[in-house]
């Protein structure tokens, strides 16, 4: 009898080490196919708040209502945990070809531009087909005018190609402030054809006072350059009024799902809860605040997981990633066992990479097979995080990134078309399901994830 025990015991060993199962995990990823949580949440954020630019009254009624949101979904230990920013606000905004063919313009100011006086600039306009062309532009070369790069963005499910012609915003404004520009106009970095500027930040290098800067409507855009290939002098005038406010309050907000065992480390997932003010922010980033709310709530109302969940919903990322710096400094000791963060629309989810230790490799396997019947499949790339949780990657925290479909998603991106009837609910449950498969395997596996 004790040795039908004994093997008894080691066949159920290899299922009870588990605190889910396959079958579980596919319960709760297929329940998720018709969650409403992730919509009302999106719904709720940008109808009750809006847009929600970071270090405003915006941004701090957003944290107000969503300490009320996730405390009303059951999350525990629900706070804000404020800190200090320098603030940016836009003014009037307005621009136009003066010369040779009047036109006006759709322009939005970039983020930390400088301004115009209050009566606007008005110079002669010097075409720059790339940013390498700015780059190699003699010193000095532009005092006194306004540059114009023009960079088509193309379109990429993965988004790949934003870092290239992103260089435009990133860079563009301080580099042609060294170079003496009076001001300077990019066309959007986006990949529309609407009348519709993108908005986004840009740094000033330390000592290099910030000039005006703007983006332009990809038509407004082309249309520029066709009015440079008349072969005649261009003449523009800008009123750019935006200031800088000083420190201003901001804050991430944390709620979690108490784990059973502290010492296996903590899940952190999330995304950014402040948004641009052009639109009210519901792929960026209501959306992935909702997804990783939702998915979190159902593995809470599943039982209690062994790795405690934080759902983290980062303020003042769009300005420069303060919130992932203050997390880490406040939560950099702890043990952490993954991260993973939705910031890149609400479209279906098609792919996942993963930077993990060795010994989570099974895990990873387990993961791939859940997500499998949702159409995502195993990339071969390292996992990088987003903004909001690099500084947790950089301090050597596991993460995983659930690939979103990206190819319209700089058609909208930091623009005012950025609104709640852009997000497809069907994917957006999609997406649900998918964090939430991985959330129920990576919570509760056994083996170490990280560093603990």
């Given at each position: ?304 997981p062994r790795r ?48 993990v230790n060795d ?23 390292p996992a990088t ?68």
């Amino acid at each position: 009898m004790w040795m039908r025990k004994l093997i008894l015991l080691a066949l159920l060993a290899p299922a009870a080490a588990f605190a889910t199962t396959p079958d579980k995990t596919a319960s709760l990823r297929d329940a998720a196919l018709k969650d409403d949580v992730a919509w009302d949440i999106v719904e709720g954020l940008t109808t009750e708040v809006g847009p929600r630019l970071a270090g405003t009254e915006a941004e701090a009624r957003a944290r107000t209502w969503a300490v009320a949101r996730l405390n009303s979904l059951g999350f525990k230990n629900v706070r804000i945990e404020p800190y200090q920013m320098p603030v940016w606000v836009r003014g009037i905004e307005t621009g136009e070809i003066i010369a040779p063919f009047p036109h006006k313009l759709a322009l939005t100011a970039i983020g930390n531009s400088g301004a115009t006086p209050a009566a606007g600039l008005e110079a002669e306009v010097v075409l720059f087909r790339t940013i390498a062309d700015l780059e190699a532009a003699p010193d000095g070369s532009l005092k006194g005018k306004i540059a114009y790069v023009g960079n088509a963005m193309k379109r990429a499910q993965d988004g790949s190609s934003y870092g290239y012609y992103g260089k435009a915003r990133f860079a563009g404004p301080n580099i042609a402030a060294k170079k003496g520009a009076a001001a300077i106009v990019i066309r959007s970095i986006g990949t529309d054809n609407h009348r519709v500027p993108h908005t986004g930040n840009t740094r000033f290098d330390e000592g290099v006072a910030a000039i005006p800067a703007a983006a332009l409507s990809v038509p407004d855009a082309e249309n520029l350059e066709r009015v440079f290939a008349r072969g005649k002098a261009v003449r523009m005038k800008l009123v750019l009024t935006p200031r800088n406010i000083g420190t201003q309050e901001s804050g991430n907000v944390i709620a979690e799902v108490p784990g059973s065992d502290p010492a296996a480390g903590v899940i952190v997932v999330g995304g950014h809860l402040d948004s641009w003010d052009l639109g009210t922010g519901a792929i960026d980033d209501a959306a992935g605040v909702a997804i990783t709310a939702a998915a979190a709530k159902r593995i809470m109302d599943a039982g209690t997981p062994r790795r405690t969940i934080r759902v983290v919903w980062f303020g003042s990322e769009e300005v420069g990633g303060y919130g992932g710096r203050d997390y880490l400094r406040r939560h950099g000791g702890e043990p952490h066992a993954l991260t993973g963060e939705s910031d890149f629309g609400a479209d279906r989810i098609w792919r996942f990479n993963v930077t993990v230790n060795d010994a989570a490799k099974p895990v990873v396997d387990r993961i791939e097979a859940a997500l499998a019947p949702l159409g995502v499949t195993r990339g071969d790339e390292p996992a990088t995080g987003g903004a909001d949780i690099r500084p947790l990657v950089s301090a050597g925290v596991p993460v995983i990134d659930l690939n979103q479909d990206g190819t319209r998603y700089f058609d909208i991106h930091h623009t005012a078309d950025d609104t709640l009837d852009k997000v497809d609910p069907e994917q957006l449950r999609q997406n649900v399901a998918a964090w939430t498969a991985m959330l129920d395997v990576a919570a509760n596996a056994p083996e170490a994830l990280g560093k603990q």
